[in-house]
Nanobody, 116 residues
Framework: QVQVVESGGGLVQAGGSLRLSCVASGPIFDIRTMGWYRQAPGKQRELVAIAPSRGDHIYADSVKGRFIISRNNAEQTAYLQMVSLKPEDTAVYYC??????????WGQGTQVTVSS
């Protein structure tokens, strides 16, 4: 079974940094995109950053210049380097992997808390 597992969340002060990791495993093939989303309490899940297999990476306006997404295709991993964190970045961060012909899988999420 395809699994997606995130790690790297935690508690950090405003202005600090964190690096999230996402690993996809199992019978997964032809990974198209690896992306990060987040959901804050009482809010809808929103896109943070996407790394397609081809083309430019996409970022939410709120994180441009502060977050960088990267991926390692051979290891089926994606990373989200976050700097200059703000309290409003507090959320559960989810990794989503799109693969094959229209398949996708979400991870369970990792909590990021930024204190002011």
């Amino acid at each position: 079974q395809v699994q997606v597992v995130e790690s790297g969340g935690g508690l950090v002060q405003a202005g600090g940094s964190l690096r999230l990791s996402c690993v996809a495993s199992g019978p997964i093939f032809d990974i198209r995109t690896m992306g990060w989303y987040r959901q804050a309490p009482g809010k809808q899940r929103e896109l943070v950053a996407i790394a397609p297999s081809r083309g430019d990476h996409i970022y939410a306006d709120s994180v441009k210049g502060r977050f960088i997404i990267s991926r390692n295709n051979a290891e089926q991993t994606a990373y989200l380097q976050m700097v200059s964190l703000k309290p409003e970045d507090t959320a559960v961060y989810y990794c989503r992997v799109e693969y094959g012909l229209g398949f996708d899988r979400w991870g369970q999420g990792t909590q990021v808390t930024v204190s002011s």
